[in-house]
């Protein structure tokens, strides 16, 4: 995790990504809309949907405790 290219076309990284679903995008058009990630081929469009999943997955329902996880 990190730093690795999920986005060969627009040369998106993981930790980009990250970034925007921390900033609120909350699904992969949001992710495509924030970054340039998935907006050519579309081939990355899998790994992305995974990593939003695993996001959203992980975030707490206490509101707090989510700020304190987006931090
Ligand atoms: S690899 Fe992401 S759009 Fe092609």
Redesign the pocket.
């Given at each position: 995790m990190g730093r690795s290219l999920?986005?060969?076309?627009?040369l998106?990284r993981e930790d980009e990504i990250l970034s925007a679903l921390k900033r609120g995008a909350r699904s992969t058009s949001d992710i495509q809309r924030i970054t340039r990630?998935?907006?050519?081929?579309?081939?990355?469009?899998v790994i992305i949907d995974s990593l939003v999943e695993d996001y959203l997955a992980q975030l707490p329902n206490d509101p707090q405790k989510r700020i304190d996880f987006e931090i």
């Open positions: 999920i986005c060969i076309s627009n998106m990630a998935g907006k050519s081929c579309g081939r990355c469009l």
